[in-house]
């Protein structure tokens, strides 16, 4: 009986102990979206929110990168609404066209045509990030199909509120990098751990 007794005392302590060793063997974390392992992420603010190109605008350059994420959208999503993507930034075309021209001659007249060319395609590139792309999308679709609707006016005032929605996948996916570089290091921390233990005589 005593013997059944400590051999179940030590089987205990095994299953006791299976979970940290199971967690030091877990596998490598991955990074996001199948996002680059050695990504970048924009800088943070004082409150360590990420800054984005999309934060802060107001008016006509709020509705220019909004244009721009619209664009890039229409371009490139291909998800079940992808048509109607489509047909409502042809609608904002046609609809918006003088506020459009609007908007670029103010960001022209304020950095010129270079600043201006430079910073479409950054933009172009920030709202193409392939990880942020499964949220984007149905996003874009959604503030498309509400720009469509307004008049030129609305689409002015509302264009920061919408910019900031559209913005808020591609600030999910830092902050769910972020979350995986800390992950990523203590995965890392740990299976050194256990290597050196492996080693020691």
């Known amino acids: 009986m005593t013997r059944w007794i400590g051999l179940a005392a030590a089987f205990a ?44 605008l107001t008016g006509h350059d709020a509705f220019w990168n909004l244009r721009i994420a619209l664009n890039v959208a229409a ?23 003088n506020l459009i021209r609007a908007a670029e001659g103010s960001v022209i007249a ?8 430079r910073k479409s395609t950054k933009l172009f590139n920030y709202f193409a990030q392939p990880p942020a792309q499964k949220q984007f999308c149905p996003v874009a679709g959604s503030v498309a199909q509400q720009v469509g609707g307004m008049t030129s006016a609305q689409a002015v005032e509302m264009a920061p509120a919408l910019l900031a929605e559209i913005d808020r996948p591609f600030v999910d996916f830092y902050h769910a ?10 995965w890392r921390s740990g299976r050194g751990a256990v290597q050196m233990a492996s080693i020691k005589p």
């Not at 304020?110 to 201006?116: E, Y």
């Open 13 to 56: 302590a095994t299953l006791a102990a299976a979970p940290a060793a199971a967690q030091m063997m877990q596998q490598e974390p991955q990074a996001p979206g199948y996002a680059a392992p050695n990504l970048i992420l924009p800088p943070r603010d004082a409150q360590g929110d990420f800054v984005t190109p999309n934060r802060e």
């Open 75 to 97: 371009i490139g999503c291909r998800h079940p609404g992808s048509l109607q993507l489509i047909a409502d930034y042809n609608n904002i075309i046609a609809r918006h066209g």
């Open 110 to 117: 304020r950095t010129g045509v270079s600043a201006r060319d």
């Open 177 to 186: 990098y972020a979350r995986y570089q800390v992950d990523l290091a203590a």
